[in-house]
């Protein structure tokens, strides 16, 4: 006779998610504060996340955040800087951006530091994250590298991600960190402007003709490029006589000041 059929048993289990992340930080200094842009980019993978926590630095001021599909957040002061918590209405997968923006206080007799954004997965530090840095150059002042560690020097086209508005060129230096935890230290120059003359002559064209009755006879033409100024002085030979002086071929009147010595 035939025996009992083998019974098929499935069993089902929810798989974990996997999580890894990318933090682009823009910085650019101010007199009174280091401002901070970063895209905090989460990959969930295998299952969905709905809850992400990032920390700021130590002694850094949250000023805004961005996200989509946000159901709440959580801003709580923590031991080793402010840490947020954003709760989304549904998972996610693939990848998640939430832009956050911060401040850091400038202290007279420091030099200005950028450290890293601090991901997290669940209560534990999360180690799988791409890191880049860059400063934005503002035009005013010229803003140089004095210190790193953890940082390799990158070029801004390797960023994957610019904001709107922010061209590459103006981020100077670019750095992709080698190490979890990196820093980057800051020297400000103010770029100063010398002042050029106000008038150049450009081109000084002298024709001079020796007439029948003896007389010497000279005519100056001058090419001048003026950035501002009001008049024009010429020193004319001891001796010599003016009879006229024309402006872009129309005649003007003229003064005279005493002579210069030497």
């Known amino acids: 006779s035939a025996g009992p059929e083998p019974v098929l048993r499935l069993g089902a289990s929810r798989r974990s998610s996997l999580l890894g992340a990318a933090v682009i930080s823009l910085a650019r200094l101010t007199e009174d504060f280091i401002h901070v842009n970063a895209r905090v980019v989460f990959r969930p993978r295998l299952a969905g ?69 601090r991901v997290f997965d669940g209560g534990s530090r999360l180690a799988e ?20 560690a953890g940082l390799l020097p990158a070029e801004a086209g390797s960023l994957p991600y610019l904001p709107q508005g922010v061209a590459a060129e103006s981020l100077k230096p670019v750095y992709r960190a080698s190490q979890l935890d990196w820093s980057l230290s800051l020297e400000e120059k103010i770029i100063e402007v010398a002042r050029g003359p106000a008038a150049v002559v450009e081109m000084a064209e002298i024709t001079t003709f020796v007439g029948e009755d003896g007389i010497t006879r000279t005519r100056a033409a001058y090419t001048v490029r003026n950035r501002g100024l009001q008049s024009l002085v010429i020193e004319m030979p001891e001796g010599a006589t003016l009879w006229g002086i024309t402006l872009n071929g129309k005649p003007v009147t003229v003064g005279e000041s005493p002579p210069t010595a030497g």
């Open 129 to 148: 994250v791409d890191q880049y840095v860059a400063v934005l150059q503002t035009g005013a002042t010229i803003i140089t590298a004095t210190g790193s």
């Open 49 to 117: 996340r709905e809850r992400f926590r990032l920390q700021l630095p130590a002694g850094a001021q949250l000023v805004g955040l961005e996200t989509r599909n946000q159901r709440s957040r959580d801003v709580r002061q923590g031991p080793d800087g402010v840490e947020v918590e954003v709760t989304l209405q549904s998972p996610v997968t693939g990848e998640h951006p939430i832009d956050v923006s911060y401040r850091t206080p400038r202290r007279d007799g420091t030099v200005p530091g950028v450290l890293p954004v």
